[in-house]
């Protein structure tokens, strides 16, 4: 039976919905650990320290990442992001699941590590790049030259989605949220977990090994 938890990654282009998605499979798991990155870029309003991001200097980012703190780290939209190793390596021994929203520069390092067996990835796009822009306008949380440099990264971001194990698009974020959790069950399922099937399964486990 595997003990380990699992590493779910969730990247998309900015704007496509996954920290709206990440919420939404949080409620409906509150087991689910999301894995709270570090950050350089400024607070946005309503964001909190420890909740959303670590916020860091590029100083203070630059010594985590010299002393091996980090899982994962890049640079995007000109500003770190990193993903503190710790509390990753904690959940996953305690066999809890972790929820990670990076972009496919910290996919590509999660699943180049010694954690990599137990990641499933999962790739957001929108229904079209129209629509991408205007959720970054409606969101009112960029300057108009943050939104069109996210733009202009978002084909590059894009370009990476065939090397996610399963690709979501959002256009109903009701139907998004229910593939993610089918994603997530399946997943569990596959790996030996016992997923809402309760105490027939155990049965029939003890049965076997009896
Ligand atoms: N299916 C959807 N239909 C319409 N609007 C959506 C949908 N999914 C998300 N949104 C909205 O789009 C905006 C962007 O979503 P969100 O912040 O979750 O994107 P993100 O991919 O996490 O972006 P970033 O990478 O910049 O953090 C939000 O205002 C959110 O409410
Ligand atoms: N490689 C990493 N990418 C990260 C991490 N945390 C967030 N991100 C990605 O950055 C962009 C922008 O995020 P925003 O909050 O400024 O809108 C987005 O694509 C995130 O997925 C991380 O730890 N590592």
């Known amino acids: 039976m ?3 938890g699992l590493l779910v990654i969730l990247s998309s282009p900015s704007g496509a919905g996954k920290s709206t998605l ?6 409906w798991d509150p087991s689910l650990r ?3 990155s570090a950050t350089t870029r400024a607070p946005r309003p309503g964001e909190v320290e420890g909740d959303h991001y670590y916020f860091r200097d590029p100083e203070q980012f630059r010594i985590m990442v010299r002393d091996g703190q980090m899982l994962e780290h890049a640079e995007v939209f000109g500003n770190f992001y990193g993903t503190p190793r710790a509390p990753v390596e904690e959940a996953m021994l305690a066999g809890r699941d972790t929820l990670f929203d990076v972009d496919w520069q910290g996919g590509q390092q999660i699943r180049a ?3 990599g067996t137990h990641v499933v990835s999962i790739f ?3 229904p079209s790049l129209a629509e991408l822009e205007r959720r970054l306008i409606a969101r009112q949380q960029d300057r108009p030259e943050v939104i069109a440099a996210r733009m202009q990264k978002s084909r590059d971001e894009i370009s990476h989605w065939a090397e996610y194990d399963y690709v979501i698009v959002n256009e109903d974020i009701e139907a998004s949220t229910e593939a993610l959790k089918t994603i997530l069950t399946a ?3 596959r790996r030996g977990r016992q997923v809402g099937l309760g105490p027939f399964v155990q049965a029939l486990m003890r049965e076997e090994n009896a």
């Open 34 to 36: 999301f894995s709270v």
């Open 124 to 126: 957001v796009l929108p």
């Open 22 to 27: 990440a919420r939404r499979l949080m409620d």
């Open 113 to 115: 590590s010694v954690l």
């Open 2 to 4: 595997e003990r380990s």
């Open 187 to 189: 997943e569990r399922l």
